[in-house]
Structures are given as structure tokens and as C-alpha cells.
């Protein structure tokens, strides 16, 4: 994982991954412009509500998974706004954001409860599947 800090150039609400490009000031002084992965636009607009979270010239911080080729193309981690909002973005299909807020204690707890209820709520649920129409 790395961290960057720059400035964003560019931002493209299109399927499958929104994109963010962010120009980032390199320690020699030169400007390496990064491409950033994000959830696609509607669960971005989902989970926060709208889309307005960052804008075209925005100063961003940026944690992030670099593409294992060498390019400037990665994984967006989290993301840090010019006000100080710090969202998180899903690793592997699931949001971040929700259990990065709670104890570890409570994650547990809660993934059990989760689990408990799942299959309480199956238990009780009719089958989803229609009988099949009897032939004569």
C-alpha cells in the first residue's frame, strides 16, 4: 500500500470503475499523473448519497494498491477530501466503511448477529422456488 498526495486532474463516472486521475508532486519535483480505480458511479452514489464527494482541482490524499506492472494505474484505498472526510472504498466486493468505524470486538459480534439472523430469517422464510406444474 502507498500513500500520495496531489491534486485531481480528471474524474469519469463510468461502468465497470468510476476513475480519478491525480497529478502527484514526485520528491525530485517532477508531476507523475496517477489513474485511480473507484467503485462504480452507482454504489459511489449508494453508500455516500451523491457524487459531489471530490472535484476537478481538489488537493486529495490517496492510499492506495499500485498496479503490480510498474504503471501509474491502482486500486484506490481510501481517499481523503480537501474537508477532512476520510471515506474508504471495498476491498474485494465489500464496503469498508462500516466495520472500519467499530472495535474489532464488535465486528465479530455483529458478523455473528449477522449470521444468527441469516439463517433465523431462512428458517422462517417460505421457499423462493415455485412447485413445478404437474404434466396431464
Known amino acids: 500500500m502507498k500513500a500520495k498526495c496531489g491534486v485531481v486532474t480528471r474524474i469519469e463516472w463510468a461502468n465497470p470503475h468510476a476513475r480519478l486521475w491525480v497529478d502527484v508532486k514526485n520528491d525530485d519535483g517532477t508531476v507523475s499523473g496517477w489513474e485511480m480505480e473507484l467503485p462504480p458511479p452507482n454504489a459511489l452514489k449508494r453508500e455516500l448519497g451523491s457524487l459531489e464527494f471530490v472535484k476537478q482541482g481538489d488537493q ?3 492510499n492506495l494498491w499500485p498496479a503490480k506492472d ?4 491502482a486500486h484506490t ?5 480537501p474537508d477532512g ?5 471495498p476491498r474485494y466486493g465489500r464496503w ?5 468505524k ?7 459480534v455483529s458478523a455473528a448477529l449477522s449470521a444468527a439472523e441469516a439463517s433465523a430469517t431462512a428458517a422462517r422464510a417460505p421457499s423462493m422456488i415455485p412447485p413445478r406444474p404437474k404434466k396431464g
Open 60 to 62: 486529495v490524499s490517496v
Open 70 to 73: 510498474g504503471s501509474r494505474l
Open 96 to 100: 469498508m466503511t462500516a466495520v472500519a
Open 77 to 81: 484505498l481510501t481517499l481523503t477530501t
Open 102 to 108: 467499530w472495535p474489532a470486538s464488535r465486528q465479530r
Open 85 to 89: 472526510r476520510v471515506m474508504a472504498f
